[in-house]
């Protein structure tokens, strides 16, 4: 790619981010767009809705941006939780580290790679010459500046390495804080158990008790079965919105809106009409629910979670085997009450083992698959093979501003197009794994997302260039620095126009909320009324958190090898920074939390660059025949996977279960509190499935907040 086509890229992508910026300013003085833009504060009744006109709705203003600066750890902390604290230092950690390596990169080896002669530059025609000239490429084979590459490659490992320490000892602590701090919490009195033998005797129930009683006497308080309810739970969600329907049109009978039709232009016919039609579906969907709840007797699964008088006890129930065959009694930590994923406790144990093959062989089918895209990209970047396979398009393609847009702005388009139904695709697979909430559900597809992308997107344009990389890759590992250090440079280009096109643009795009504001107008434009009922969606991390650790793996691996990279990835992640600021702030709110967790995950990921990058320097400098730089290299990776091993042994137990320390001083602290009796008493009702809880449902005014399902009736 040459520098114009780079700079025309930049120029698309900048126009973009201004104008939805500017839309966004405007927009969110909006009243009828407070839903979109600040759902957060609709929901928690913290934003008064001013309905006189003011001709500075109509303006642009950047107030926004200085309440998201403005926004404190502590607030961040109270507001989002720890898993919204971990997600937002991922900004500012990769802040820190890039900073450092654009000073290195910008002042030292760019301009070392400019001044070399191994490309031939015509510094009279710079605008149409390859972006490959600001890369080590162009630094001249032996050249003694390639040491100067050598040592920025050591001090920003360690630079990278120590900062790393710092945040992870920073988070751990950070999560022992929260913990001492927070209230008492029923997941951290409960413990899930599952594979309960079958007894001709006694009930999965009596089981369950008789067990739990004779050996933890001192600390077992009682149990709740779990039962299958995913059809009963379909029918509960049916009635709820049936309704919430129902009332929201009876309501209307005394307010202003005096029309007999309802929806746009009346198009759903009259209201009355609708009223009767949904009542008598109401009835039928109650019948239901009332035939489904006698049905339930007989419907345990060998699971119940178990509750205890002390985190503690709930600890060594939790570590210790409970039972001579370890397959049963199986104890997990339970999560919390609102974060439990009930249709997953009707499978089996050898179900849940097949279900985890199936999600390995659909991963792998997936990952293949993606390489059709993939390949169309690539052929997007070469001109050449486009006017080979389709030469009715070379005097198009002759132009120069169709040549710069194809090849600088259409790859990366077309690239997060298709990345764009992945992340829905990967929490399915994770949600039929065997995991027993949502919140490890959601880990568990981030981390699928970010391997996803890695592999597909970084290693399949490396390797695009020839079929025969990827068996060298498995047949001669010994060349895997020599085919990485070929690839890689090579795609330097791509991944610059990737960071501006993927980066800026859908961070902008964040901010402006398109297809909520589209789906809202849509909404008003159709039912003619507004719903009472407003969901505030939560942070995707499955799709957000893979993304920005992808553009931290790009921004680590050219560093060294075309420092060009480096003041986009870091324009991206300070636009990151504030909007992420203010979609957490307006918003984005936590529907459960993980505790922090999702650093291991960034630590992980962190470390997998730094010995990339590694690789790519042990065969950039075999290959610019410097081979004692080659060897010196050697020793990096190992020490880098050293510290990561200590980091492992020092910081991820705590990110994994909490010390006999914490667990006794927080129970101690709670002894004598008299609020802990109340606790117990609503401990065991916590975890009741929702299916079986009372409903708001009913046929009339009188009796629609009577219960459709008593516990005593199971």
């Keep these: 790619m040459i520098l114009s086509a780079l700079l025309t890229s930049v120029g698309i992508n900048l126009g973009l ?10 927009l969110r003085k909006q009243p009828s767009n407070l839903r979109v833009y600040a759902p957060r504060l609709v929901a928690e009744r913290k934003l008064k809705q001013k309905t006189e006109f003011n001709l500075e709705r109509l303006l642009p203003s950047a107030g926004w941006v200085k309440r998201a600066w403005e926004l404190s750890e502590e607030d961040l902390l109270e507001n989002s939780g720890l898993d919204g604290v971990v997600f937002m230092r991922i900004f500012t950690f990769s802040l820190k580290i890039f900073s450092v390596a654009a000073v290195i990169g910008i002042m030292i080896l760019l301009p070392v790679n400019f001044m070399g002669s191994q490309l031939e530059i015509d510094f009279s025609d710079l605008p149409n010459k390859s972006l490959d000239s600001f890369s080590i490429s162009n630094v001249n084979n032996g050249s003694k500046r390639l040491w100067i590459h050598f040592c920025a490659t050591y001090a920003f490992t360690v630079a990278v390495c120590c900062l790393l ?35 001709a005797e006694h009930s999965w129930d009596e089981s369950v008790d008789n067990f739990f009683r004779e050996y933890h006497p001192s600390t077992y308080i009682s149990h709740t079965i779990i039962r299958r309810t995913s059809k009963l739970q379909q029918l509960t ?3 709820a919105k049936i309704y919430r329907t129902l009332a929201r049109m009876k309501s209307q009978e005394h307010t202003s809106q005096r029309s007999r039709y309802y929806g746009f232009l009346g198009v759903f016919g009259n209201k009355a009409q609708q009223l009767s039609k949904l009542e008598r579906r109401l009835e039928v969907v109650e019948d239901n629910m009332r035939t489904e709840q006698s049905l339930l007797v007989g419907k345990e699964v060998p699971a119940a979670f178990v509750y205890f008088k002390s985190r503690y006890g709930a600890a060594i129930a939790l570590h210790i085997q409970q039972g001579i065959n370890p397959t049963e009694w199986v104890t997990e930590q339970a999560p919390e009450p609102d974060d439990v994923y009930w249709p997953f406790f009707s499978t089996s144990y050898l179900k849940r083992w097949i279900c985890k093959l199936g999600v390995f062989v659909a991963s792998a089918v997936l990952t293949v698959l993606f390489f059709l895209p993939v390949l169309v990209v690539q ?15 070379r005097s198009i393609l002759k132009l120069a501003f169709v040549s710069q847009v194809i090849t600088g702005y259409l790859p990366s388009l077309i690239l997060q197009f298709f990345l764009y139904f992945i992340p829905p695709i990967m929490k ?26 890695m592999w597909n997107v970084f290693f399949a344009n490396v390797l695009s260039g020839s079929a025969l990389y990827g068996f060298d890759l498995i047949l001669e590992p010994k060349k895997v620095p020599m085919i990485l250090a070929q690839g890689v440079p090579a795609q330097a280009t791509f991944f610059i126009t990737y960071v501006v096109t993927t980066g800026w643009t859908s961070l902008s795009s964040e901010l402006f909320q398109l297809i909520s504001l589209i789906c809202t107008i849509l909404r008003r434009i159709f039912s003619a009324e507004e719903n ?14 893979p993304r920005i650790l992808f553009f931290g793996l790009l921004g680590i691996t050219y560093f060294f090898l075309s420092p060009l990279i480096l003041p986009f990835i870091l324009v991206y992640f300070c636009i990151g920074y504030l909007i992420f600021q203010n979609q957490l702030l307006n918003v984005y709110a936590p529907r459960y939390d993980s505790g922090g967790k999702y650093w ?22 075999a290959l610019k025949d410097l081979p004692l730089a080659s060897t010196l290299i050697v020793p990096l990776p190992a020490l880098t996977l050293l510290f990561n091993e200590y980091c492992r042994k020092r910081f991820l137990p705590i990110f994994s279960c909490y010390a006999t320390e914490c667990l006794v001083k927080k129970d101690r602290e709670e002894q004598n509190d008299p609020r802990m009796a109340e606790f117990f008493d609503k401990l065991v009702d916590a975890y009741r499935d929702p299916a079986l809880k009372p409903t708001l449902n009913g046929r009339d005014e009188n009796t629609h907040s009577s219960p459709l399902l008593r516990s005593s009736e199971i």
């Excluded at 981010?17 to 405007?26: A, G, K, P």
């Excluded at 009472?532 to 958190?545: G, K, Q, T």
């Design 17 to 26: 981010c201004f104008l939805f910026f500017t839309l966004y300013s405007i």
């Design 532 to 545: 009472d009922d407003l969901a505030v969606p939560s942070i995707p991390y499955e799709s957000e958190i």
């Design 600 to 621: 291991t995950i960034v630590h992980n990921s962190t470390i997998f660059s730094l010995v990339l990058m590694h690789l790519i320097a042990i065969g950039i400098f």
């Design 428 to 453: 399915i697979l994770s949600s039929i794994q065997g995991y027993i909430s949502m919140s490890e559900i959601q880990k568990s597809a981030c981390s699928k997302m970010l391997w996803f992308t």
């Design 379 to 393: 052929s997007l970047t070469h001109l050449e093979q486009l006017e080979t396979y389709f030469p009715f398009l």
């Design 165 to 199: 320490y710092y945040e992870y000892k920073y988070l751990s602590l950070k999560r022992i804080d929260s913990y001492y701090a927070s209230r008492p919490q029923p997941h951290q009195f409960t413990i899930l158990v599952r594979g309960i033998p079958v007894s």
């Design 237 to 239: 969600d049916d009635a």
